[in-house]
């Protein structure tokens, strides 16, 4: 064979090659925004069939108003506002209206988001009056010079912002308030020595309900955010995972990460951004980089669940509790929805 045909015939099969790859890339789902409602002791024999209906449905809303703002060449914090937003403004999540309640009977709520393009973050923890925590978050990462506040100054700024503050009082809800309640009941009969058990609020409280979402907009960029009422019966001003930037909540420019479950573990195990640096560092995949996490938060004896979207629309979701709220939808459009493992 002449040179010239041996090039001509290496040029053929390149063509082709690359036509297959395209058609393999094409057949490739990407997701855009994957969302969670949290991870726990979620069990569908207690779950009626209008419960589990309802939670699919805000989930699917969810899902929606985000992939809306993606579509509609808003970026992907934008896409994250408007996820968080449908879940904090409903009662069936731990986060803004259904938030949990401390020991003391308050409704303390977290959120944080993170920006994957220029790695900036925002987050507050500790307030109780600012209706939608998650747009504070966007509003500190955006409009102040700090990552973190907290508290009443936290408040203050929400409020400078013009973001809508409510009564504490908007928070409560029964379901909540009957968990404390037995909770409390639980922490009386507790024997104070029992070194390793766990503590009360997770024997009743286990479908911890933390929102969650993670997108991937048409510029790449991706970005991530989690906004929680935290755990039962929490005392002393606790703080969890989610507003603690490398924790509950990560992005950079390969991935964006949210996690639900004991924030404790997720602290000590620095989740979010221990996926984050084995993708960045070891070259793992997305999906193995989240589940050797949680296998690692197990090993510790937490429990919990994230979510990881990366920069090809690559994602995964693994918990170690039975189940947990979740869902993720494509370019195309197509959504999927799911409660339990
Ligand atoms: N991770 C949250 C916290 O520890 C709780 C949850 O996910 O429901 O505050």
Not at 55 to 76: F, R
Request: hydrophobic content about 40%; aromatic content about 8%.
């Amino acid at each position: 064979m002449s040179h010239t045909k041996l090039y001509l015939n290496m040029k053929k099969l390149a063509l082709l090659f690359g036509l297959f790859f395209s058609l393999f890339l094409m057949a490739q789902k990407k997701y855009v925004v994957v969302i969670h409602g949290g991870a726990g002791t979620i069990i569908r024999e207690k779950m009626s069939p209008e419960l589990e209906e309802e939670y699919l449905e805000k989930l699917t809303e969810a899902l929606q108003k985000a992939y809306t703002e993606i579509k509609n060449g808003k970026t992907s914090v934008e896409a994250v506002e408007a996820a968080i937003v449908v879940m904090e403004d409903s009662p069936l999540f731990n986060a803004g209206k259904g938030a949990v309640f401390t020991h003391d009977g308050k409704n303390e709520l977290d959120a944080a988001i993170m920006n994957g393009k220029d790695k900036k973050a925002g987050s507050i923890a500790g307030v109780h009056t600012i209706k939608n925590p998650i747009k504070a978050a966007i509003a500190v990462m955006e409009k102040s010079e700090h990552v973190m506040l907290s508290g009443n100054g936290a408040e203050q700024f929400a409020k400078l912002q013009g973001l809508e503050i409510v009564n504490p009082k908007y928070f409560w809800t029964e379901n909540r308030w009957k968990s404390l309640q037995k909770a409390k009941e639980l922490e009386k009969l507790k024997n104070p020595k029992a070194e390793d058990s766990k503590p009360d609020y997770f024997i009743v409280d286990q479908k911890f309900g933390t929102v969650g979402c993670v997108a991937l907009d048409q510029f790449g960029n991706l970005a991530a955010g989690t906004s929680t009422g935290g755990m039962t019966n929490k005392k002393y001003g606790r703080i969890g995972d989610a507003p603690i930037i490398g924790a509950g909540t990560y992005a950079d420019e390969n991935v964006g990460i949210s996690a639900t479950g004991w924030g404790e573990f997720f602290i000590r195990s620095t989740a979010a951004r221990t996926i984050a640096a084995k993708i960045q560092y070891l070259n793992k995949d997305v999906k193995t980089a989240a589940e050797e996490t949680i296998d690692e938060i197990e090993k510790m004896g937490g429990d919990g669940g994230l979510i990881a979207l990366d920069k090809n629309g690559n994602f995964a979701m693994p918990f170690n509790t039975s189940g947990m709220y979740r869902g993720a939808i494509t370019e195309d459009g197509e959504i999927e929805v799911e409660i339990y493992k």
